[in-house]
């Protein structure tokens, strides 16, 4: 059996999948309703894109299947430790201050040099994060208990004395050496990791989630914690410092048994409460925009993402053939929807994609949209639509969703067209000149100039200019040091290894990687020590396995989306030496690897067996696993951590690759359009959003074959991609002329942020001429200096050739 998947989980043949439609897949049933031109209409995804899944899920997904006997443990550790002390009560039955003096307890307990004594009280600590579920009867009762617990043991300090313990197993060379000398790692080699982690990570989670419920000190508690954890006071550094080294020293090779999941999970998590998450970023942009006196933004981008309704999805095959038929039994055409994509080819959807490689991607029905054009040549160019039933009417938007922006460089660019055009010279940056110029040009410059948008990086760039051109005069920067800055500044040293590192990962995660003997090993904390024997045992390790990588995927693309997103807002050249070293390790192929699958499969797939989700499996009776019941999975119609992960890798690339014209080169030379085309298969508005842009920043080098093929793609983009007034994406007339020489544009980006980065943090490497010189005799001479041992030794020689020997006129010095 293949347990490493391809996303699709359960060894399910892939025709066979194809063979049997699923509505909760996203596939569309027989009797499914046809708008007009036999385009099968499915259902939106109901998806909810935000910084987390639900508390509950994000709690699950934790722990591995095979971690599932822990549970009892922990629970057997915790009620020897507290049978001890407390006898004839439960530990729901105690009042606060038991409940304090047992905590105490158990974290100096903690202290206790035998290993084995200290692993039973941290798994009894862990118990209590988990909710203390022997003594609960239901999930919500768990989860009340769970809040309860960790407030209080973060009360007591024991946060502190678990990071303490981390930093001790990390330097525990036994252990490394022991996981590097065997010839498979399991679930055992990562125990005591295993559960300080999950106290950790369940401490963060937990504390990070807000509810109105919560007490006055709990609220206070937990800004608290969130500075704390952003500060460099745990081994003088931030905690992500120290999980970024963990994830290092693993894809080295020296620690091959740390358990990387839960690492990864804990180093987003952290990330996410200490910098915030999507909504406290908008927010903070728009504070950053008032304080440097710029406009407010045109709009809020989540809000206006949340409300947009995904295109139609491509038709199937089967629809293909049937609309073929009425359109050869017709005597008119019906108008076209204007919002569905792209008609697949005959190409089944959901076959095996070992044969799409070929770039051209010419659709065969494709003919029908020779009369297809933009919205604003319909009632030019088109015919009157055939009248519909009111249910069946095509209803068109009001507007388009986003404000157009202009960049300053734009309305340079075009008033020095206009003037080498019309008076025969040009003025440079000058854009109020308008002398000699036709009327039309005005009113063109005057909208130009009305949709103008000012980037924060603009101003970031300019003051960076302004001060490397003036080092005395530019003053002393104001650096707030805020969460992100302490966190860049922890890990600006070693951030290309870390970059490396995550993508590393990425890739032995993806389900398009082949099982290599050079990859990382990442299953070393969900694989038993003994293999599975029967069939059933194989496939719920088999979902296990997928799931794995499934959590790892989203772990890593959220952790990426996050530091990119924050850097950039809290300066421009944090941001892209971040995305420098991404593209340099190579995460645009890797990316675009990743999508080169059936992409609607892995997000659909199956990998969940919610029986055993934590906390569902302590507190029923767990039913009989049968073969059948693992196939069938759970009855949503997507996976979400899935989808997470593609939107956040697709958001990635889009940053990536945003006004690089070499990094755009790259899309088109790893023939990344057809790879993206068949990701707007998948009928979520947010997903096509990020899959248009990056189409449409590379239109105009796929040639005019490409468009007129895809005409409902364009169609897509005009409607859905913000527009950029003077950008001419659509035609390709004015292609960019310059050769693709992405090593000079690299290198020239690369001056930059070494300059930046040398100017902010290098403070030993300042230039001698620029420091500030003392001219007051006295201080000079006052100043202590510490000479040499052997120059005090031989001062006797040193006052003979130096002093007594040369002669001094003694009348000059004076003058």
């Known amino acids: 059996m293949d347990l490493g998947g391809n996303g699709g989980g359960l060894p399910v043949n892939n025709k066979q999948r194809a063979m049997t439609p699923n509505k909760s897949r996203g596939e569309f049933p027989r009797n499914s309703r046809k708008d007009s031109d036999g385009l099968s209409e499915s259902p939106d995804l109901e998806f909810d894109y935000s910084d987390t899944d639900k508390w509950a899920s994000e709690l699950s997904e934790l722990y591995s299947y095979t971690e599932g006997p822990e549970f009892a443990l922990n629970r057997k550790c915790f009620e020897d430790e507290f049978s001890t002390h407390v006898s ?56 009340y208990w769970t809040r309860y617990n960790i407030f209080l043991l973060l009360d007591v300090g024991t946060f502190s004395a678990l990071v303490e313990l981390l930093n001790m197993e990390m330097d525990n060379s036994a252990a490394c050496s022991s996981a590097v000398r065997k010839p498979a790692i399991s679930l055992a080699d990562s125990t005591d990791l295993r559960v300080l982690l999950n106290i950790m990570y369940l401490m963060v989670e937990t504390i990070q989630q807000e509810d109105p419920a919560d007490k006055p000190e709990w609220k206070a508690m937990r800004e608290t914690f969130r500075a704390e954890l952003g500060s460099p006071l745990f081994n003088n550094e931030p905690i992500s410092v120290t999980l970024f080294g963990m994830v290092t020293k693993f894809c080295s090779g020296h620690a091959p048994h740390f358990p990387m999941k839960k690492v990864l999970l804990l180093l987003w998590k952290s990330i996410l409460f200490t910098l915030g998450g999507f909504e406290q970023l908008q927010s903070l942009k728009v504070r950053r925009r008032q304080e440097l006196g710029l406009p407010p933004l045109p709009e809020d981008s989540i809000r206006v993402v949340r409300s947009m309704r995904a295109a139609s999805p491509p038709a199937s095959a089967s629809d293909l053939i049937e609309q073929q038929q009425k359109r050869a039994r017709r005597e008119h055409k019906a108008l076209i929807k204007q919002d569905n994509l792209d008609a697949f080819n005959e190409k089944d959807p959901y076959k095996a994609d070992d044969a799409r490689d070929d770039e051209d991607d010419n659709d065969d029905n494709d003919n029908s949209l ?45 008033l020095e067209s206009s003037r080498s055009k019309f008076i025969g010279y040009t003025l440079g940056s000058d854009t109020d000149t308008v002398v000699g110029l036709p009327r039309p040009i005005h009113e063109s410059i005057r909208t130009l100039k009305q949709h103008k948008y000012v980037s924060i990086a603009e101003i970031q760039m300019a003051k960076e200019e302004e001060y490397q051109k003036t080092p005395l005069s530019g003053g002393d920067e104001e650096m707030e040091m805020s969460a992100t800055e302490l966190l860049y500044q922890g890990i600006l040293p070693s951030l290309p290894q870390y970059m490396i590192a995550l993508l590393k990962i990425l890739l032995a995660a993806a389900p398009t990687s082949k099982a290599k003997t050079d990859s990382i090993n990442i299953l070393a904390d969900v694989l038993p020590e003994e293999m599975p024997t029967t069939v059933l045992q194989s496939m719920k390790l088999g979902v296990d396995v997928n799931r794995h990588k499934e959590i790892i995927v989203k772990a890593i693309s959220a952790i990426l989306l996050l530091l990119l997103k924050h850097f950039k807002l809290n300066h421009v050249y944090q941001f892209e030496y971040m995305a420098q070293h991404l593209v340099f390790a190579n995460c645009i192929p890797l990316i675009l690897k990743f999508f080169n699958q059936n992409i609607m499969s892995y997000i659909t797939a199956k990998n ?127 292609l960019d002329a310059r050769p693709w020489d992405f090593q000079a544009e690299e290198c020239a980006l690369r001056a930059n942020i070494e300059r930046f980065n040398s100017r902010r943090y290098d403070k030993s490497n300042n230039n001698p001429d620029f420091l500030p010189v003392d001219n007051c005799l006295q201080s000079v001479l006052g100043q202590r200096v510490d000479l040499p041992e052997d120059f005090q030794m031989n001062y006797d020689l040193w006052l003979e050739r130096e002093v007594f020997s040369n002669p001094i006129s003694w009348e000059e010095l004076l003058q």
């Not at 003096?101 to 209590?128: C, F, G, P």
């Not at 009157?384 to 300053?408: C, N, T, Y």
């Not at 956040?648 to 690759?657: A, D, E, F, G």
């Not at 990056?694 to 093929?709: A, C, I």
């Open 88 to 143: 004839d009560k439960k530990w729901t039955e105690l009042d606060a201050a038991q409940h304090r003096a047992h905590a105490m307890r158990l974290l100096d307990s903690l202290e206790v040099i035998v290993r084995e004594k200290r692993l039973k009280v941290a798994r009894a600590i862990l118990y209590m994060t988990q909710g203390t579920f022997a003594e609960c009867s239901s999930e919500a009762e768990v989860q």
């Open 370 to 414: 020779e009369t297809e054009t933009f919205p604003l040549e319909r009632d030019e160019v088109m015919p009157p639509p055939i009248p519909h039933p009111p249910s069946e009417r095509v209803s068109f938007p009001k507007g388009l969703p986003w404000a157009p922006k202009v960049r300053e460089k734009d309305i340079e660019s075009f």
């Open 608 to 734: 969940s067996i919610s029986v055993l989700d934590f906390p569902h499996c302590v507190i029923h009776e767990l039913p009989e696993l049968t073969a059948e019941s693992l196939e069938a999975g759970d009855n949503n119609q997507f996976c979400w951590r899935n989808l997470f992960s593609c939107i956040n890798l697709l958001r990635i690339l889009n940053k990536l690759t945003k006004w690089k014209h070499s990094r755009t080169m790259m899309l088109v030379v790893f023939k990344s359009a057809p790879i993206l085309k068949r990701a707007l298969k998948v009928k979520q508005a947010m997903m096509q959003l990020y899959v248009l842009k990056l189409l449409k920043v590379q239109t105009k080098y796929l040639g005019r074959q490409w468009r007129k093929s895809n005409m409902k793609t364009m169609s897509a983009i005009y409607q859905k991609v913000r527009h950029r007034l003077n950008d001419d994406w659509a035609y390709g007339n004015d």
